[in-house]
């Protein structure tokens, strides 16, 4: 199993960095890895549900995510539901901290595939750090910018 974890300090309001990241259907316009993301359910008081569909070294990678969003305690916990990876999930943190907004993701994972497992489970760990990296950066960067203020 791999685990990989991103963090970033958003200045911004604890809820303005909360409502923007519960919007998913926007990641693959700054996850290139990302090549679609669908929302297929997603009505109040019940987990969301996504399609995502992401690129790792030209092999397609499909999951069902469940999202359970916990509006007062500010958190989402998300898991696969069906899908290529043997486990994936993990969680969503955001805390008020001096001067805005403290967001962590972590995520917990298995994919393995008989003889290039290893390789590959390698080469997606560095992709998956990357694709949050970026993920927070673009949040960051949305609310922290002068147009969006």
């Given at each position: 199993?791999?685990?990989?974890?991103?963090?970033v300090?958003?200045r911004?309001?604890?809820?303005?960095a909360?409502a923007l990241?519960?919007?998913?259907?926007d990641f693959?316009r700054?996850?290139p890895d990302?090549e679609?993301?669908?929302?297929?359910?997603?009505?109040?008081?019940?987990?969301?549900?996504t399609e995502?569909?992401?690129?790792?070294?030209?092999r397609?990678?499909r999951?069902?995510?469940?999202d359970?969003?916990?509006?007062?305690?500010?958190?989402?916990?998300?898991?696969?539901?069906d899908?290529?990876?043997?486990?994936y999930?993990?969680?969503?943190?955001?805390s008020?901290?001096?001067?805005g907004?403290?967001?962590t993701?972590v995520?917990?994972f298995?994919?393995d595939?008989?003889l290039i497992?290893?390789?590959?489970?390698?080469?997606?760990?560095?992709?998956?750090?990357?694709n949050?990296?970026?993920?927070?950066?673009?949040?960051?960067?949305r609310l922290?910018?002068?147009a969006q203020?």
């Amino acid at each position: 199993m791999a685990q990989v974890e991103g963090t970033v300090l958003i200045r911004a309001p604890l809820e303005a960095a909360y409502a923007l990241a519960k919007r998913v259907e926007d990641f693959p316009r700054f996850m290139p890895d990302l090549e679609r993301l669908t929302v297929l359910e997603r009505r109040d008081g019940v987990p969301v549900l996504t399609e995502w569909v992401g690129i790792v070294e030209g092999r397609r990678i499909r999951w069902i995510e469940e999202d359970a969003w916990d509006d007062a305690r500010h958190l989402c916990r998300f898991r696969q539901r069906d899908g290529d990876f043997d486990r994936y999930e993990g969680t969503w943190t955001f805390s008020p901290e001096s001067g805005g907004t403290r967001t962590t993701i972590v995520v917990d994972f298995e994919f393995d595939i008989p003889l290039i497992g290893g390789l590959l489970s390698t080469l997606l760990r560095m992709k998956m750090k990357e694709n949050l990296e970026r993920m927070l950066g673009a949040l960051q960067r949305r609310l922290e910018s002068p147009a969006q203020a």
